[in-house]
C-alpha cells in the first residue's frame, strides 16, 4: 500500500457538509450507548486508521471528533482485556466511515483484516482444527468481548459448507453489521481456507427483522 498516495488523498480533501452534519447526530446518539467491550478492537480500529490514511490524517480525524465533544482516549494505555465503554469503538467505526468518506466495502473488508492483522484480538479466539468448533465457539464466547447482544451458529452443515450466524438484541449502529460481516468472512477463511467464502445479512435488526442473520457459505 503506498501510504504517500493515500495522505495526497486526504489531504485534498475534506469532509463534506452533510457527512458532518451526519456524524454530528450519530455522535451524540453513540454516547448514549451503555455496553462494554474488550479493548482489543479499540487498539485494532485506531492502528488500521492510522494505516490506511497516515498518522496526519488520523490526527485530524481526532481533532473533527474533538470538536464533536468525543476525546480520544490512550490507546497505548488500555490493555486489550481490559473492558471499556462501548461507544468509543462504535465512534471510531462510524467515524472513519463519515471522515474518511469511506465505502461500506472500505468497512468489510477493515472487518475481514480484523484477526489476521491484530495479535491482541487473536488472544480472544481459539483455533481449533475442526472449522465447526472453531466458529461455534467464537459465538458461544461472544459475551467474552461484549457484555449485550447474544451470538449462535446454528444449522452448521459439513457437507454442504454453510451455516447460519445469528445475532441477538444487538442493535446500535447499522454499519456495524458491514464490520460484523467482514470479521465472518476473515474468521471462516482462517477457519476453513477455503476461496469461496461468502457471508450475506439475510435479516436485520435496521430493516425490521427481531434479529441479524448471516448465512455463511464456504
Ligand atoms: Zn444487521
Known sequence: MDISIINLKLNGKKMTEEN??????????????????R???????????????????????????SNFGFDM?????????????????HVL???AFRF??????????????????SKTLKIFIKWFSSAKITITK???DWNKYY??????????????????FFIEDFKTHPLTCVYLSGIAFGVLELATGSKNV???EEKCMFKGDNHHEFKLSW
Open 198 to 200: 461468502k457471508v450475506v
Open 138 to 140: 467464537m459465538a458461544k
Open 39 to 65: 479493548g482489543a478492537d479499540v487498539e485494532f480500529l485506531v492502528n488500521y486508521i492510522k494505516r490506511k490514511e497516515g498518522k496526519n490524517g488520523y490526527k485530524e480525524f481526532e481533532k473533527v471528533l
Open 100 to 117: 474518511f468518506d469511506w465505502t461500506e466495502k472500505d468497512v468489510f473488508e477493515m472487518g475481514r483484516d480484523a484477526l489476521s492483522l
Open 20 to 37: 458532518r452534519q451526519l456524524l454530528q447526530g450519530e455522535i451524540f446518539q453513540l454516547m448514549k450507548l451503555k455496553g462494554m467491550e
Open 93 to 95: 467505526l462510524v467515524g
Open 147 to 164: 457484555t449485550y447482544g447474544k451470538a449462535s451458529i446454528r444449522n452448521f452443515d459439513k457437507d454442504k459448507k454453510r451455516a447460519l
Open 73 to 89: 482516549f490512550d490507546v497505548e494505555k488500555t490493555s486489550a482485556t481490559e473492558w471499556i465503554p462501548e461507544f468509543i469503538p
